[in-house]
């Protein structure tokens, strides 16, 4: 294998080029002098830890920044973007991983927004919106065009993305993470797509830490490390090792359930929970589901989109209404509390949705870290600004969170370190009993490891922990009891020697041969 990184590999295959290219944020240098090559009617695949300076590359190249050096190559000759806009004009087009959707819009003006078509007497709407369901049938998502995006799931809302950037028709698409909030069957279309769309000559640049699904698809591999390509290789080349051993220098796992303690009493208890569809289907998301979770004890929920393991989640965090059944922590029923009263009470939720749900993008990292804790060191009228300086520093070494400090704005961050700020807030309340929905989305291999490390730590101190997950490796990682849903209702229950095809199996979901 070569693992020498390589500039040109082959310049009559190459549509667009970064040659050189650094950006430095004040004294933070995201990217090194980065060479990259896009090969035209192929995916690039490019691999790296968070904060590597994937995403930052990834900008440059769509136009949404400037590089502080170096040259972007299109079709042979030297062009400097000014704008998203003037990128999208000459033909690339890019997905962000964090969604850019306005959520109090349809689908359609979503699709459409700053491009509509037009004819003498105003907007075609009609013509707007059968485009759109065209889009919709491509990608194999029975969406209607007229829905808010407000009223769709988050997978929902990453097709709506794709969809957006698919009907610009671009030559070279840049998809940063687009499968972070996809099913199986969602990321089996994807991919399909992906394939016709090369198959006509359009250029994939594809980012994910879905590290073997990624190699399904791609042609070329490019690893990023601390803002410098690291290695580059062909597909032929490449293995999961060869990623793994790239990016973080070596091969490890997830961890494995801790052990060497006795589990305490049961910390929460779940009674003949009973949700209803918010949008007033009159069908049960979660029905009567009944769970019990001990003192450092860790349980993995697992289920495929629609399972209810996010609704059930979010009823007993005080998110949702409950429809039936009770909700009891350390043996006093919380269903009557708010969801601040249940914080209070030791019981708290990391949401799946990260920007919309888990951060403010207007405050800075340490505002985001306190936020959640702001009772422990307020007194009257007054906050102890000492204090709150100790949580915000003691939480980010805590968890790791790769920053300048406390003063860094939210958005300067990669997206596993907002994750892990997020992750950050809710244990500094002190829980006893955590929940944390689909944790990894978007966090790399080396960041799960470490938040997996983190939740198993803080297990044997005592803390009940209950995690979702759609990635089956991550229920034989550090879970002491595996629950299985399907259709609101557990189909399983699962210790951690159970093997992925039983689990996947259990969830409805066909196991390939």
């Known amino acids: 294998m070569n693992d020498t990184p390589q500039a040109n590999p082959d310049l009559r295959e190459v549509v667009m080029a970064a040659r050189d290219v650094a950006k430095s944020y004040g004294n933070v240098h995201a990217l090194k002098g980065v060479n990259f090559d896009i090969h035209r009617g192929q995916v690039t695949t490019l691999f790296g830890e968070n904060g590597a300076g994937k995403s930052t590359l990834m900008k440059i190249l769509s136009g949404v920044i400037q590089p502080t050096r170096g040259q972007i190559i299109l079709d042979g000759a030297p062009i400097s973007f000014a704008s998203s806009s003037h990128a999208q004009a000459l033909g690339v087009s890019i997905i962000h991983q964090e969604l850019s959707l306005a959520p109090n819009m349809n689908v359609r003006d979503n699709i459409f927004m700053g491009r509509e078509i037009r004819t003498p007497t105003g907007i075609d709407y009609a013509e707007e919106e059968r485009q759109t369901r065209l889009l919709m049938e491509e990608l194999e998502e029975d969406i209607d065009p007229l829905t808010p995006v407000e009223e769709l799931r988050l997978g929902q809302q990453q097709i709506v993305e794709i969809a957006r950037a698919l009907s610009v028709n671009s030559r070279i698409l840049i998809m940063d993470e687009p499968t972070s909030a996809l099913s199986a069957s969602e990321v089996e279309v994807l991919f399909k797509v992906i394939r016709d769309l090369t198959a006509r000559g359009v250029s994939i640049v594809y980012i994910s830490h879905h590290l073997e699904e990624a190699l399904t698809i791609t042609h070329h591999a490019v690893v990023l490390r601390d803002g410098t390509m690291t290695a580059y290789a062909p597909r032929d080349q490449i293995d999961l090792e060869w990623i793994v051993r790239n990016m973080v220098g070596e091969n490890f796992d997830l961890g494995s359930p801790p052990t060497g303690y006795d589990f305490g009493a049961p910390a929460l208890s779940i009674k003949d929970l009973t949700v209803m569809d918010e949008g007033g289907a009159g069908y049960a998301v979660v029905d009567g589901m009944s769970l019990d979770i001990q003192q450092g004890e860790i349980v993995c929920i697992y289920g495929l989109m629609g399972a209810g393991r996010t609704e059930m989640m979010e009823t007993v965090a005080g998110r949702l209404r409950q429809a039936g059944g009770t909700i009891h922590l350390h043996g006093q029923e919380v269903s009557h509390l708010s969801l601040a009263q249940r914080i ?70 990669s997206g596993g370190n907002q994750q ?45 922990v209950l995690y979702s997950t759609s990635e089956v490796s991550e229920c034989l990682s550090i879970a002491h009891r595996i629950i299985v849903m399907h259709k609101g209702r557990i189909s399983a229950v699962f210790g951690p020697d159970a093997t992925k095809e039983q689990i996947m199996a259990a969830s409805g979901e066909s196991v390939a041969a």
């Not at 019981?347 to 799946?352: F, I, Y």
């Not at 700020?421 to 009993?433: D, E, N, Q, S």
């Not at 978007?442 to 730590?457: H, P, Q, T």
């Open 344 to 413: 209070e009470a030791g019981l708290c939720l990391v949401p799946e949705d990260r920007q919309r749900d888990g951060l403010v993008q207007t405050m800075s990292v340490g505002q985001n870290l306190s936020l959640a804790s702001i009772r422990q060191f307020t007194r009257g009228l007054f906050t102890s600004r000492k204090d709150e300086g100790l949580l915000i520093t003691d939480t980010i070494r805590d968890v790791t969170v790769k920053t300048d400090g406390g003063d860094a704005a939210i958005g300067s961050l």
């Open 420 to 464: 892990k700020v997020v992750i950050g807030k809710m244990l500094a309340t002190h829980p006893t009993v955590i929940m944390l929905d689909e944790p990894s989305r978007g966090i790399d291999i080396g960041a799960k490891a470490e938040v997996f490390r983190l939740l198993a730590e803080r297990a044997r101190s005592g803390l009940a």
